[in-house]
């Protein structure tokens, strides 16, 4: 959770503490990203594989 927690403060979604938990406000963060992104293949605010290939990409 580190890691996405980072990767979503990078693309300035998150300003919360990089604490490894997945808490509402890293879920509003990866809804936010995959809205951006027109992600439709995975419910939003999950972090799933479609998801993380297009943050990690």
Do not use: C
């Not at 990767?7 to 509402?24: H, M, P, Q, V």
């Not at 963060?29 to 297009?54: C, L, M």
């Amino acid at each position: 959770m580190e890691k996405l927690q980072r990767l979503l403060t990078a693309r300035r979604l998150y300003s919360g503490k990089i604490n490894g938990r997945f808490d509402w406000r890293v879920e509003q963060a990866v809804s936010t990203f995959q809205y951006n992104r027109g992600i439709d293949d995975e419910e939003w605010g999950v972090y799933g594989p479609v998801t993380r290939k297009a943050l990690e990409g």
